[in-house]
């Protein structure tokens, strides 16, 4: 009776169903934990209510000290609504905007699956998003603008390859541009362009870029923008002030300076060696895989070209993760492609996650477990073999 029972289970449906609970939980608890701690959402809000008061000190390491604005002068400039509430209601706002755009970049994800002829199921869902829980929960947690920049980039994607009509590629393009402009990692889509060959959209993408840069001229003025964009870049380049070496920064030059510590050569060489690799690895996939592998790979760019790259960066991961979890779960992983998903799995979701506690979790991420399950995840995106499932016709 009970072998029977099994028998005409439908897997499928328990997996659509534990998916829902799992996302509209997710969901409710980042809501939660964003309203309970929110750390760096004030960093956002002041900044907006600095521009209100026509305070245009936004960089200042002295009195802000960690909390100290990171981002472009732009962003303050776009903040200033959400400044202009009460902190409590302006971050249940900035809660809302970051689940909208966390699904939006989720639907995104799966809309350039498909447009690529890859069917997805609801197991592959499910495991993707327990494989994302950490981050995800994470960001929530931070208030950070992790979940945007997901969203913008994978919509912008999306609406860029695929949108039937050329103003809403445009649109897409220019919501790359926007990110890119607050924070400068999804710009690396540059490179995707050019490596697919979109040359017109990759000229597009950095005129709408350099516009939006010089666009806050017109509010501080000449001198005042100037001097705002030296200090951003002062204070981007900064590793004296902010927990740059902190474990859980896995950025390639901050792992590589915990390992080799003091010989600032190697931790230099041996990060651009990396970040080179990748790059030939995108052109390579560009000419040889499809046109997932490729974006994936840039994905993975964003994150180790980047100075610091916070666990929770991570959740821009959800499309590569998503595409190797289908080709996991439908045995279309062999080989190294297999060994080398398996270890990333282990040293990122099973190890950290699930067995070995808090205190050998911190080890691990100290000794650049992120960093690694991400070279491993570039081994496993060169490594695959099912044929070449370019659609990019489609996107013309």
């Not at 666990?311 to 279309?332: A, D």
């Amino acid at each position: 009776m009970f072998k029977n029972r099994i028998k005409d289970l439908n897997f499928e449906l328990v997996f659509e169903y534990l998916f829902y609970i799992l996302f509209i939980a997710l969901i409710a608890v980042s809501i939660i934990k964003t309203m309970k701690v929110g750390t760096d959402y004030r960093v956002f809000y002041f900044a907006g209510k600095r521009i209100l008061e026509g305070n245009f000190d936004l960089y200042n390491i002295s009195r802000d000290g960690i909390l100290t604005y990171k981002y472009s002068p732009l962003f303050a400039v776009l903040f200033v609504p959400l400044s202009l509430l009460g902190y409590k209601a302006s971050l249940f706002f900035w809660c809302l905007i970051n689940s909208t755009l966390f699904i939006i970049g989720w639907i995104s994800c799966e809309k350039i699956l498909e447009k690529s002829d890859i069917k997805i199921k609801f197991s592959h869902r499910f495991l993707t998003l327990l494989f994302l829980l950490d981050v995800v929960s994470l960001n929530a947690q931070q208030a950070n603008i992790n979940a945007v920049v997901f969203g913008m980039v994978m919509s912008g994607v999306y609406l860029g390859l695929y949108a039937d009509r050329e103003r809403i590629k445009y649109l897409g393009l220019f919501l790359i541009a926007l990110i890119s402009s607050i924070k400068l990692t999804p710009m690396a889509l540059v490179v995707f362009y050019f490596a697919i060959r979109e040359y017109k959209k990759c000229f597009i993408l950095i005129a709408m870029f350099a516009a939006l840069m010089i666009l806050p001229f017109i509010y501080f003025g000449f001198s005042q923008y100037t001097e705002l964009l030296k200090r951003w870049i002062l204070i981007l380049s900064d590793t004296a002030h902010f927990p740059f070496y902190k474990y859980t920064n896995q950025s390639p030059i901050a792992q590589f300076s915990r390992w080799f510590s003091g010989n600032t050569m190697v931790v230099k060489l041996i990060s651009a060696c990396i970040n080179t690799a990748i790059l030939l690895l995108i052109l390579y996939s560009s000419r040889v895989k499809n046109i997932i592998t490729t974006l994936s790979l840039v994905i993975i760019l964003m994150l180790t070209a980047a100075p610091v790259s916070w666990k929770e960066y991570q959740i821009i991961l959800c499309l590569p993760l998503l595409f190797l979890n289908i080709k996991l779960i439908n045995m279309e992983l062999r080989g190294w492609a297999l060994y080398f998903y398996a270890a990333r799995i282990l040293v990122v979701n099973i190890l950290v996650q699930a067995i070995i506690g808090e205190r050998l979790g911190l080890l691990a991420n100290y000794h650049g477990n992120f960093l690694i399950g991400l070279l491993l995840m570039t081994g496993s995106l060169v490594l695959y073999k099912d044929g070449k499932l370019d659609n990019r016709e489609q996107a013309h």
